[in-house]
């Protein structure tokens, strides 16, 4: 019979000799665990996985065994629980997130917005400030990602109002759907809101500033009280440095100077006049 020794689940085993069985003449350890000697098969009903080291003790062949008890239930648990963890299950698309074209972009912050103005070159770019709550932008949301992919010249930049407060609160943003409209040094172009029953108002204005044209300078952006605004406030990491205003080519003369020079047309009288007053002196 096997006996435990202690608490590492260790069994001592008889000789590992052929010995037979007196009712049945079969071998006396199981056949589930080779090696192992016990007079009854009291392991083979036991849902285990076993490892086995085998040394000598005493003229006696010692068998070490780790017993593994298998859980059905949990194991096949773990294939869930490790898909879930990886996002395989349980994880539903957002509305905001489908149909989206390689010409559309979510703005991840207020120096984002401005970076991406500025390096949009002569690009058309629509600003589409929308609501995951809002009706009116889930609804007109198909339609925006099918122009898009009609106009794949233009720049959508998307700005989630959930997420963006603060920066759509200073830039005046306070309707839904809202959009505006960038193009390189002219800077905003126009801005308006319109729904799924106004959607003609956005064509008009794509059939309008669509048309491709060459801007002198570099891009503007957003405006400059935009960005000191954007810059004032707290909440937001944004650093803006207002450009150095460099002297005026044509400056407009002040009253006293006009008045000096229209004095100094005539130099020759006013010799005169200088040398008469010093006669008379």
Known sequence: MAKVLGKANLFSACDYTQKKNQ???????SKRIPGFCCKTNRFTSLKMKSMALRCDF????????????????????????????TGLIGRTSKWWENGLQPNMKEVASAQDLADSLLNAGDKLVILDFFSPACGGCKALFPKICQ??????????????????????YTLNVHVLPFFRFYRGAQGRLCQFSCTNATIQKFKDALAKHAIDRCSLGPAKGLDEKELSALAANKDLSFTYKPKPVGPNPNPVPAKEEILVSETCLNPKESEEKSLVGAGGG
């Open 58 to 85: 005493n003229g006696q062949r010692m068998v070490y065994l780790e017993r593994k008890f298998v859980n059905k239930r949990r194991f096949h648990q773990v294939p869930i629980k490790a898909q879930i963890q």
């Open 147 to 168: 122009l898009a992919k009609m106009n794949p010249d233009l720049q959508f930049l998307q700005v989630n109002y959930e997420e963006h407060k603060s920066m759509c």
């Open 23 to 29: 009712k049945g003449g079969g071998s006396l350890y």
